[in-house]
Nanobody
Framework: QVQLVESGGGLVQAGGSLRLSCAFS????????MGWFRQTPGKEREFVAA????????YYEDSVKGRFTISRDNAKNTVYLQMNSLNPEDTAVYYC????????????????WGQGTQVTVSS
């Protein structure tokens, strides 16, 4: 019953920035922890960032710390991923996910997933 729709992906040069958005609908957004994951063809999906119900706690994969910022606006039922200083290794399909519970980096703990949005970083 929960629906997640990502947007904001595209093509950007190395060193540039993108802001991804994920719109949540179907349930009470503030009850869900949210996460961002990404997947490159030929590789397994990996954790990127997560945020707790009220935005008070966040967690990041090491390679994106200091460059990416996850945030949420509960009034708009939306979670964001601000990506700065992008490099070609960030190229992937980015997915948002939701879980009723605490922030987690584990894919299997998330109950709902968006369709993904492509991010391509050129060198």
């Amino acid at each position: 019953q929960v629906q997640l729709v990502e947007s904001g992906g595209g093509l950007v040069q190395a060193g540039g920035s993108l802001r991804l958005s994920c719109a949540f609908s179907g349930r009470t957004f503030s009850s869900y922890a949210m996460g961002w994951f990404r997947q490159t063809p030929g590789k397994e999906r990996e954790f990127v960032a997560a945020i707790n119900w009220d935005g008070g706690n966040t967690y990041y994969e090491d390679s994106v710390k200091g460059r990416f910022t996850i945030s949420r606006d509960n009034a708009k039922n939306t979670v964001y991923l601000q990506m700065n200083s992008l490099n070609p290794e960030d190229t992937a399909v980015y997915y948002c996910a939701a879980r009723r519970g605490l922030l987690s980096q584990l894919q299997y703990e998330y109950d709902y997933w968006g369709q993904g949005t492509q991010v391509t970083v050129s060198s």
